[in-house]
T-cell receptor
Framework: SQQGEEDPQALSIQEGENATMNCSYKTSINNLQWYRQNSGRGLVHLIL?????REKHSGRLRVTLDTSKKSSSLLITASRAADTASYFCASPLYGGSQGNLIFGKGTKLSVKP | DGGITQSPKYLFRKEGQNVTLSCEQN?????MYWYRQDPGQGLRLIYY???????QKGDIAEGYSVSREKKESFPLTVTSAQKNPTAFYLC?????????????FGEGSRLTVL
């Protein structure tokens, strides 16, 4: 089963530009999380937004959540070559345990210097 | 440094062999998880454990087995019954299995069947 689906699948931008990735999900959620994965490495948690929040910031990251549209977006401002990675959204099925954290297929971001 | 350690990083297996992937955490987390990642895909849950001596099947448990004898350790055995085991395996942990909070991941183990 797949809860979240990221869009676009791949994104290529120049350093300094902003990168926006979108995530759509199917069922009601308690929270939605974004993770980053460098090639061949483990995932790193970036940010969690709860269902009663609409926007959250962390450094150069801005996440929005629209529960009416079942969608979220991740904005990386002033991107750097080091931001090159795959980005995944994930959410637990409503009422499920954390073990049911469902991941999307990810957006592969390439930031060219 | 606190974290999750997976070993080995790379593993090659002949068909018909069982292999065990190690996952150790020193974060004092109650919950631990195993995910499988195939190229260009998201993560799929294999097994998870909310507490010592207890674990539950995830979406793709067939051909895998786990144990949770210690809080710190959650090894995954890929058995010969797993028909397509070549993949990247990720272990994760969280404070609890409650429906909040982030997962902490290890660096992964890449299994290749020869």
């Amino acid at each position: 089963s797949q809860q979240g689906e990221e869009d676009p699948q791949a994104l290529s931008i120049q350093e300094g530009e902003n990168a926006t990735m979108n995530c759509s999900y199917k069922t009601s959620i308690n929270n939605l999380q974004w993770y980053r994965q460098n090639s061949g490495r483990g995932l790193v948690h970036l940010i969690l937004i709860r269902s009663n929040e609409r926007e959250k910031h962390s450094g150069r990251l801005r996440v929005t959540l629209d529960t009416s549209k079942k969608s979220s977006s991740l904005l990386i401002t002033a991107s750097r070559a080091a931001d090159t990675a795959s980005y995944f959204c994930a959410s637990p099925l409503y009422g499920g345990s954390q073990g049911n954290l469902i991941f999307g297929k990810g957006t592969k971001l390439s930031v060219k210097p | 440094d606190g974290g999750i350690t997976q070993s080995p990083k790379y593993l090659f297996r002949k068909e018909g062999q069982n292999v065990t992937l190690s996952c150790e955490q020193n974060l004092n987390h109650d919950a631990m998880y195993w995910y499988r990642q195939d190229p260009g895909q998201g993560l799929r849950l294999i097994y998870y454990s909310q507490i010592v001596n207890d674990f539950q099947k995830g979406d793709i448990a067939e051909g895998y087995s786990v144990s949770r004898e210690k809080k710190e350790s959650f090894p995954l055995t890929v058995t010969s019954a797993q028909k397509n085991p070549t993949a990247f395996y990720l272990c994760a942990s969280s404070f609890t299995a409650a429906n909040t909070g982030e997962l902490f991941f290890g660096e992964g183990s890449r299994l290749t069947v020869l």
